[in-house]
Structures are given as C-alpha cells and as structure tokens.
C-alpha cells in the first residue's frame, strides 16, 4: 500500500448540514481541493455513520479525491449518524429520494460545476444505482461496488426463492442494533437524546418486512434496476469480486447498458473496496481507476478510459481449499463484449442408475461466510464432508490443457419429490488428485420456485420434472489432470432456511441431467492487463487497544452426538473496540448463532446479540445498546423475536421486544 501525501491540490473539510424539502438535514463531510476553480462532486451515501464507523475508511479515499480534484462528500442517510429524521426500510422511496436532493444540492453549490458522480460499496453502491435508475440530471456517472441489480435474488434476503437464513437473520439483526445508535453530542450538541429517543420510537425489525415477501413481488421490484436498465443514463463502471456474493450484477450490467457506457471489473475479492489489501488479493490500485473514470465523464478528459475491455476480469488458477488466501494464482483477462463469444456453453451429462439425495440438515455448515470480508474463517474450508452429504457427478479434466471457465454454470436436473416442497443446493467443485475439493461456485433452488420466482407452485407429488438454474459466476481454471465435481444437496443450512417435509429430500435421474459450463478458449490478448499498485490517502490514526481477553473463534462448529444437534457460532468481527482521534471510544461485540437437529427441519433455530458502546469521557457521555433477535419456524411460519435496550451510563432510558408470527407462503 502507498500512503499518498503529495497531491496535485491541498484540501480542506467540513462538515455540513444539507437541507431536504421536507425541512430534515442530513449531515455531510465535504472534502474540496484548494481552488478557486469549480469542481465536480462525488457523493457517498450510506446510514453507517460517517463520524465513528466508516470514518476510518472515508479517510483512505475522500482526501485522496479532494487532492485529485474533487469535492469528496460523505452523507449519512436519513435517520441514521447525524443526519436528522427516522430510519426507514433499506432503499426506500424516500431514501431514494432523498438522495437525488443531495445530488441535485450538491450540483447548485458555487464550488461545483454542476456535474456529479456517485461512488459506494453494498449499501452505498447498491443506492448508487437505484439513484441512476432515477436519472436526476446532474448525475453523470457512477461506480457501484459489490452491489446488486436485483434485490430479490441477488441480495442478503432470498437465493433461488429460498430464505436465506444466515443472512435474512444476520442482517436484519445487524441493522436493529445500527439504527439504535445515537446522535453524537460532539457533533448534534444538546438535543442528542430527545433526538435519539424519537429515533428509537420509529425502529422496526427489517424482518418482518423482509419475510412477508416470500416471493417477487412489488416490494422487492422496487429498487431492483433489472426491472427497466433502460432508466440508467449515468455512465457505470460495476465493480464486484468473485468471492463476494453481487458479482452476477456486474455481469448483467455488462450486458444490459449500452456498451458506450458501462465498463465491469470483476476481481478475486471478498465484499471490500479492491484497493483495502485484504484477502484475496491481488489488490490493485482502484482509486486511480476511478480517478480515470471520473475525469473522462466528469471532467471530458480523453484518457483512453473507454477504450479498456468491456469487462476485465481474474480467473484464478486451481487452488487448495482454505479459508483465507492472501493472494490467489491466477491472471486477468478481457472481454470486449459480453456475453463473449469466447465462451461456449459446454454440457456435461450425467451418468448412472436414479439416485436418493436426503442430505442431512446440518449439510452446509462448510459452506463459509454468505458475506467474506477478508477474516481468518470467511471461505469455504476442504468440501469433502460436504461432497459425502451430496450427489456427486464427476468429469476429468485432460492431461494437457485446462479447463477455463468464465461466466455462470447452470444444472439440469430431473427430479421426483414424494412431498410437495423441496429445495436443491448445487456446488461446482475443483478436486485434486490429492482428493481435496475446492468450492469454486454455487447455486441454489427452492423447487416451488422453478416456474418463476414471482410464484410458489408446490411439485406434483410422486412425478419427475426437469428443472434448470444457474450457479453464481466465476472465473476459474481446472487444472490438467483434476476433476470437475457437480455436488447435489437436498439441504444446506445455515444458508437455506429448510421447509417441514424437505428432510424426505428428492430422486435425482442422471439421464435428463447435465451441467453446463461457460468454457473460455484461452486467447493471446488476455496480456496486457494491468493495474497500478494501490494508494490511498493518510490512515485517520484509529486505535485499537490492547486487551488480554482470548478471543472468540470466528467459526465454531459444536457437535452434540447424542441428541444429533449441530451449532455454528460466528463471530462476525466488523470491527471491536477502538478509540477515535477526537476522543470518541467506541466497542462493538456480536456473536450470531444457528442450530439444527440432523432429522428435523423443525429445529431450525438462529439467534443474534449485539452490544454496542460509544463514550466520551470528556463529554460524560456513554450511551449503550444492547439488542437480541431470534428467529424459528414451524410448519406453519416463522416467529420472530427481537428486543432493543438502550441506556445512557446505567439508566435505560428505552426497552422494548417484538414478537410476531409470519405465515410460510413461500421461500
């Protein structure tokens, strides 16, 4: 990593209030070049709090840009920091709206020149593109990061229409204890606690919201850009990374936007900005990337920008299973369309006598985090327990050449079901003469939703179907000499929540089922494709004190033989305790829980707590909150629980539980 000092522009900061229509300010800090010139803006908005969670990271990329050229500006979403008003459900209309005011704001400032980019990972780079979607005329361009197009499939809440239990639960219990944080004093002064208390009285649990919509509905149409990419006009580069769970976005993008307009990046990372070092790498130096894409459609520089690939993406070369790599083998390549004509799908059939597949319901628990952030436990460890729980389909690879692929597999399989409901889980492995087995990618199915996911049809009891879905995309070569493994699963927990009556599983039939592969001939262009090494402005100097406590286990596996019950514990490590440069001490401790029973789909049982603390001594001020969540299902829906607590020094000065049944439509 470089640490940049010497920029082209000195840069000052500020923070602001940015007035909304309806009278509610939002807080900003503006990052400017020193210029008495007009310059572009570039917005970050996200509800994580710009004064304590992200700061440390603002202050790796928004000085860098400053001194490049550009008002850097950071807004903490409605309801959430700073920033006046209520939390509201993730990407709602008035979210929504409320971004194109701050575009639009930022546009009139005598300081910009009216033009106007957007930039964000997840949260930030999933709004990114549902502002673009919006087309508010100052915004020009934007970068989107590990984000998504469509927030159905392809988000923390449902994959192939089934629940996604290790995320549905995780997120929403995250998001409880975010939206509980209080306002700052130092930075909202006295009326920080009336403040916080109005805030309190408008938290809901995203679940509930989130599991009374089992199927694609209209709710989960809104903010889905793949309802209508013909709304985007800014130009978009998408970013994502093979190990995070958005890439396919990127993918669809490239394929969707006018070519004139849309470049993708696609590299061997985990949910994080490609320039942060973290595993997997390679990193690469992504700040000027994005320099360069804002100058050509902020700025009208001629830089060449437009003239890379459509798509650049990693393909990793064959790999040992672990759960952290610093740096994967591997090469990049590009497309200059997509999809590309060098990728050809390639069948593979399948062969042998019908098979039963009744997975045991603690099948998955090696499946990795939903969400890798680069930490020690986050990638899927050696999948041969898993590949023993499964229907195993295997092609050699030759002895002379490899087999590259670039793009999304996709299965056939035949299917009898003796129980109306069901769901299949299928994982393209890379196997080792040795006998390991690498998890390249995977998918997922809910088999009522085989028809579409807008609709819960339940299968014809006792009758074969043929039934086609796509595995995730990758980038990935299979060496000479291994072997291709297509792994089938009639569970996989905690990822997929199960349904009453799944642990029957299903009969797979080898002779109407293949996997199709998207085989890359390999070309001599694929050289040349580089990246500077990355950079980044000075570090804020956050410290992270010492502490003598053994720390917990990132992933935890407890087997209870006798009663056949298995427990994964996460520790999910956004952070822990550190202490900010202004004084401000803030801890964090999260520990996430899921439980099953071998034979019961029943037993399903996932539980979240989050502690939180934020203290100045020299304000005296120390505010906590304290958060439990809990959800199980029986055959007829999912109950809920959740519970806020929140003190000011020992005084609770809010409490209050949630209990709610949901009926199981669907998912």
Same mark, same amino acid.
């Given at each position: 990593?470089?640490? $940049? ?25 503006? &990052? ?29 990329? =928004?000085? &860098?840009?400053?001194?490049?050229? +550009? ?8 309801? =959430? ?5 209520r939390p509201g459900d993730e990407y709602d209309a008035r979210e929504l ?7 639009? &704001? ?50 923390? =809440? ?12 995780? &997120? ?22 009336? *403040? ?25 149409? =809104? ?15 998408? %970013? ?30 985990s949910h994080q900005y490609p320039d942060r070092g973290l595993p997997p ?86 499946? #990795?985090?939903?969400?890798?952030? #680069? ?23 030759? $002895? ?30 890379? %196997? ?7 998890? %390249? ?8 939703? *085989? *028809? ?11 009758? +074969? ?61 694929? #050289? ?13 100097? %956050? ?39 202004? #004084?401000?001490? +803030? ?35 120390d505010a906590r909150v304290e958060t439990r969540s809990e959800i199980v ?35």
């Amino acid at each position: 990593m470089i640490i $940049r000092t010497d920029f082209p522009y000195g840069t000052t900061h500020e923070d602001v209030r940015i007035p909304l229509p309806d009278g509610v300010e939002l807080y900003a800090r503006i &990052w400017r070049p020193v210029t008495d010139e007009p310059v572009p803006a570039l917005l970050e908005y996200l509800p994580y709090r710009l004064t304590d969670w992200t700061a440390p990271r603002d202050a790796q990329r =928004h000085p &860098w840009y400053a001194g490049h050229g +550009y008002a850097s500006v950071r807004v903490d979403v409605r309801g =959430h920091g700073c920033s006046g008003g209520r939390p509201g459900d993730e990407y709602d209309a008035r979210e929504l709206a409320d971004g194109v005011a701050v575009v639009e &704001w930022l546009a009139a400032q005598p300081w910009c020149t009216g033009s106007v980019g957007m930039f964000g990972i997840s949260w930030g780079g999933f709004n990114s593109l549902q502002i673009a979607a919006l087309a508010p005329e100052p915004l020009k361009a934007i970068v989107t990061v590990c984000s998504t197009d469509d927030r159905y499939d392809n988000d923390v =809440h449902y994959m192939g229409g089934s629940v996604l239990a290790v995320d549905m639960h995780a &997120w929403a219990a995250t998001m409880l204890a975010f939206a509980s944080r209080p306002p700052d004093p130092e930075f909202v002064g006295d009326d920080w606690r009336a *403040r916080w208390l109005d805030r309190l009285e408008a938290v809901e649990p995203l679940v509930h919201t989130w599991l009374s919509h089992q199927t694609r509905d209209a709710y989960w149409r =809104h903010g889905s850009v793949c309802e209508d990419y013909a709304a985007i006009r800014a130009a978009v580069l998408a %970013v994502g990374g093979w190990h995070d769970p958005y890439r396919d976005t990127v993918l669809r993008l490239a394929e969707h936007l006018p070519a004139a307009r849309v470049r993708g990046l696609i590299g061997p990372w985990s949910h994080q900005y490609p320039d942060r070092g973290l595993p997997p790498g390679p990193a690469i130096g992504f700040l000027q990337e994005t320099l360069r894409w804002w100058d050509h459609w902020l700025k009208g520089a001629d830089n060449g920008v437009m003239d890379e690939p459509l798509l650049r993406t990693w393909i990793s070369d064959s790999h040992p299973p672990a759960t952290v790599y610093d740096e994967l083998p591997g090469r990049w390549v590009g497309e200059k369309s997509w999809p590309s004509a060098s990728v050809i799908p390639v069948p593979y059939v399948f062969q042998g006598a019908p098979v039963d597949v009744a997975s045991p319901q603690h099948t998955g628990l090696d499946a #990795g985090r939903f969400f890798p952030f #680069g930490n020690e436990a986050d990638l899927p460890p050696d999948q041969r327990e898993e590949d023993a729980k499964s229907a195993c389909f295997e092609f050699p690879v030759g $002895r002379e050449e490899p087999v590259e692929i670039l793009g999304r597999p996709s299965v056939t399989l035949r299917l009898r079901l003796d129980v109306p409901y069901g769901q299949v889980v299928a994982r393209l492995c890379d %196997v080792a003469p040795d006998g390991s087995s690498t998890l %390249v990618t995977r998918g997922a199915l809910n088999l009522s939703a *085989r *028809r579409g996911r807008d609709r819960a049809l339940p299968w014809p009891v006792g009758s +074969y179907e043929d039934v086609t879905f796509e595995l995730n995309g990758i980038g990935h070569a299979f060496a000479p000499g291994h072997r291709i493994r297509l792994a089938v699963s009639s569970a996989y927990w905690p990822w997929i929540w199960p349904r009453a009556g799944s642990e029957a599983g299903w009969t797979l039939d080898p002779a109407g089922s293949a996997l199709t592969l998207p085989v890359r001939a390999g070309s001599a262009a694929d #050289g040349g494709i580089v990246f500077e090494a990355p950079e980044q402005a000075e570090p804020l100097g %956050v410290v992270f004190p010492a502490t003598l406590d053994e720390p917990r286990p990132e992933r935890l596996v407890v087997r209870d033989v006798a009663r056949g019950t298995w427990r994964l514990e996460v520790d999910p490590r956004y952070g822990g305790t550190r202490v900010f440069p202004d #004084g401000l001490e +803030y801890s964090e401790d999260a520990e996430e829980v899921y439980e099953i029973q071998d034979a019961d789909a029943l037993s399903a049982r996932t539980s979240s707590r989050w502690r939180i603390r934020l203290h100045r001594p020299e304000l005296g001020w120390d505010a906590r909150v304290e958060t439990r969540s809990e959800i199980v299902c029986d055959e007829g829906g999912f109950l809920t629980s959740n519970e806020v607590v929140c003190r000011e020094g020992d005084e609770v000065v809010f409490h209050r539980t949630w209990e709610r049944r949901l009926p199981r439509a669907a998912g």
